[in-house]
């Protein structure tokens, strides 16, 4: 089992910035990949960013330039830095890591963070 706790998110004006923190533990060296993803309302979840083992990183071209995802050299906690905010950026962030199955993949999920931009 992997568990996930985010932290970071808030209420922030348009062009701020914010910091989102995700702390993996339990059976971390299963997971070959960490990410972000978003949910707005009424809509599914949208992947932001990831990040594998191995350091490459992919981005929605929505937030390519602004957001930066990162991980701490143990492993363990993924951060996604969110520059240059935008109202319809807008929504609840979910952190996220990915286990390779035989057949397919099983994904852990957080409880969630909202972030809020304001106009």
């Known amino acids: 089992q992997v568990q996930l706790v985010e932290s970071g998110g808030g209420l922030v004006q348009a062009g701020g910035s914010l910091r989102l923190s995700c702390a993996a533990s339990?059976?971390?060296?299963?997971?070959?990949?960490m990410g972000w993803w978003r949910q707005f309302p009424g809509k599914q979840r949208e992947l932001v960013a990831s990040?594998?083992?191995?350091?490459?990183?992919n981005y929605v071209d929505s937030v390519k330039g602004r957001f930066t995802i990162s991980r701490d050299n143990a492993g363990n906690t993924v951060y996604l830095q969110m520059n240059s905010l935008k109202p319809e950026d807008t929504a609840v962030y979910y952190c996220n890591a990915k286990k390779p199955l035989y057949s397919g993949s099983y994904y852990y999920w957080g409880q969630g963070t909202q972030v809020t931009v304001s106009s």
């Open positions: 339990g059976s971390i060296d299963v997971i070959n990949s």
């Open positions: 990040i594998t083992t191995g350091g490459v990183t």
